[in-house]
């Protein structure tokens, strides 16, 4: 009896033993975790927008997207029906460090064949990588979008419903390098040089008389400004393209925008003065058997438009837009029997968006587009009024 009560004894001592021994472990264990977590570094600041990215903006991808189910009409033409999209394009941005930066973005709706002159698609619109020197200067090189300014020029692609004549006839994503001054938080000076075109001077201008320039550059100066908290807005641009050798073309594009908190207005002022024609779109007639030449010299365009928008609430956006453009050719640089035809087009656009998410750049549409063209002369391939009316969505999709 007495040795079944000294091994009872000596079990229930080595099992209080065992268990003071976890206990101790343990409590080591819970010092070492308390150890680390007091000694560990903070985590790094995010952003309010970011939280979800761990690697603060190195590396962002969306998908720009705009699809629409229209109803159109053209002038003499029977009304048609058809879903279409617009707008696909692939975009990836980020800030490697607090000073490098880089932008790619991609149409995965063109074509990929390279272009003649800087054997790059044209399907790609950006592919750049910028350096910030410090607070106020920062250079970027590679094809980016050249600054010409205003704000229907400045809109992302997939928020147009249909750009005007004039900047539809442009062609701004070229191969160059800007350097960027900002003084104060409130303005923005840039200076660029790119090239004046994607392909060859032959290609694009095929059988001219005209010669190609040495260097076929543009050079552009643009001032982007905010005044009153924000409340008036500039984007103002103006430059040389050396377009032919001995031969220049110059461009002004000049918008202002007054930014509420519920009413945004902006207006838009673009002109060129053409010695060889680039943009294309000015119209000739003739009263007699003439030939006309298959490349203008001494062309004018002018172009304003206007967009009013206003947000009841939150969700909605309620906008209308109106354009009027001029295009013309100096008689004198005409052959006899040639003259200018007086080119005016106008666009007039209304529609109501519906954004039903404060953190996604989602918005469903209404939209009709108006469009009319005037001539002294009915061309032979005139550009036909029409009207449209699609329904449809716009969405900005944040991949990664």
Same mark, same amino acid.
């Given at each position: 009896?007495?040795?079944?009560?000294?091994?009872?004894?000596?079990?229930?001592?080595?099992?209080?033993?065992?268990?003071?021994?976890?206990? $101790?472990?343990?409590?080591?264990?819970?010092?070492?975790?308390?150890?680390?977590?007091?000694?560990?570094?903070?985590?790094?600041?995010?952003?309010?927008?970011?939280?979800?990215? !761990?690697?603060?903006?190195?590396?962002?991808?969306?998908?720009?997207?705009?699809?629409?189910?229209?109803?159109?009409?053209?002038?003499?033409?029977?009304?048609?029906?058809?879903?279409?999209?617009?707008?696909?394009?692939?975009?990836?941005?980020?800030? +490697?460090?607090?000073?490098?930066?880089?932008?790619?973005?991609?149409?995965?709706?063109?074509?990929?064949?390279?272009?003649?002159?800087?054997?790059?698609?044209?399907?790609?619109?950006?592919?750049?990588?910028?350096?910030?020197?410090?607070?106020?200067?920062?250079?970027?090189?590679?094809?980016?979008? =050249?600054?010409?300014?205003?704000?229907?020029?400045?809109?992302?692609?997939?928020?147009?419903?249909?750009?005007?004549?004039?900047?539809?006839?442009?062609?701004?994503?070229?191969?160059?390098?800007? +350097?960027?001054?900002?003084?104060?938080?409130?303005?923005?000076?840039?200076?660029?040089?790119?090239?004046?075109?994607? $392909?060859?001077?032959?290609?694009?201008?095929?059988?001219?008389?005209?010669?190609?320039?040495?260097?076929?550059?543009?050079?552009?100066?643009?001032?982007?400004?905010?005044?009153? $908290?924000?409340?008036?807005?500039?984007?103002?641009?103006?430059?040389?393209?050396?377009?032919?050798?001995?031969?220049?073309?110059?461009?002004?594009?000049?918008?202002?925008?007054?930014?509420?908190?519920?009413?945004?207005?902006?207006?838009?002022?673009?002109?060129?003065?053409?010695?060889?024609?680039?943009?294309?779109?000015?119209?000739?007639?003739?009263?007699?058997?003439?030939?006309? !030449?298959?490349?203008?010299?001494?062309?004018?365009?002018?172009?304003?438009?206007?967009?009013?928008?206003?947000?009841?609430?939150? =969700?909605?956006?309620?906008?209308?837009?109106?354009?009027?453009?001029?295009?013309?050719?100096?008689?004198?640089?005409?052959?006899?029997?040639?003259?200018?035809?007086?080119?005016?087009?106008?666009?007039?656009?209304?529609?109501?968006?519906?954004? !039903?998410?404060?953190?996604?750049?989602?918005?469903?549409?209404?939209?009709? +587009?108006?469009?009319?063209?005037?001539?002294?002369?009915?061309?032979?391939? !005139?550009?036909?009024?029409?009207?449209?009316?699609? +329904?449809?969505?716009?969405?900005?999709?944040?991949?990664?």
């Amino acid at each position: 009896m007495k040795k079944i009560l000294l091994a009872i004894s000596l079990l229930v001592g080595g099992v209080a033993t065992a268990q003071q021994d976890l206990q $101790d472990q343990i409590n080591q264990l819970r010092a070492e975790i308390d150890q680390l977590k007091a000694t560990a570094p903070a985590p790094l600041p995010m952003s309010q927008d970011e939280e979800e990215n !761990p690697i603060h903006k190195k590396f962002n991808m969306y998908f720009n997207f705009q699809s629409s189910f229209d109803l159109e009409k053209v002038k003499d033409q029977d009304m048609t029906a058809q879903f279409k999209a617009r707008q696909l394009r692939l975009e990836v941005r980020g800030d +490697i460090t607090d000073r490098i930066f880089y932008r790619f973005r991609h149409r995965l709706n063109k074509s990929n064949a390279a272009t003649s002159l800087d054997n790059l698609a044209k399907a790609t619109d950006m592919l750049y990588a910028g350096f910030r020197l410090d607070d106020k200067w920062a250079l970027t090189a590679g094809k980016m979008c =050249q600054a010409w300014g205003g704000f229907e020029f400045d809109l992302n692609p997939m928020n147009i419903y249909e750009y005007s004549d004039f900047v539809d006839h442009m062609d701004n994503f070229m191969l160059g390098a800007m +350097i960027t001054y900002a003084p104060n938080k409130n303005h923005e000076f840039n200076f660029q040089i790119t090239d004046v075109r994607n $392909d060859s001077f032959e290609k694009l201008y095929a059988g001219s008389s005209f010669e190609a320039s040495k260097s076929p550059l543009a050079y552009i100066f643009n001032w982007n400004g905010s005044f009153f $908290d924000n409340k008036l807005q500039t984007r103002w641009g103006a430059g040389i393209q050396q377009e032919a050798k001995n031969i220049a073309n110059s461009m002004v594009m000049l918008g202002t925008k007054l930014n509420l908190p519920k009413f945004q207005v902006f207006f838009d002022y673009m002109m060129a003065y053409e010695n060889l024609d680039r943009l294309q779109y000015a119209s000739v007639y003739t009263t007699t058997a003439v030939a006309v !030449p298959a490349y203008l010299e001494d062309t004018s365009y002018n172009s304003f438009v206007v967009k009013a928008e206003y947000q009841p609430i939150p =969700q909605l956006n309620i906008f209308a837009q109106g354009m009027y453009e001029m295009a013309d050719v100096k008689n004198s640089s005409l052959p006899s029997g040639a003259y200018n035809n007086n080119y005016r087009s106008y666009g007039y656009y209304a529609g109501v968006e519906y954004l !039903p998410f404060e953190k996604q750049d989602l918005r469903f549409f209404l939209a009709y +587009i108006g469009r009319a063209y005037d001539y002294e002369h009915q061309p032979l391939s !005139p550009m036909l009024d029409k009207n449209r009316v699609s +329904i449809g969505l716009m969405y900005r999709i944040k991949a990664f």
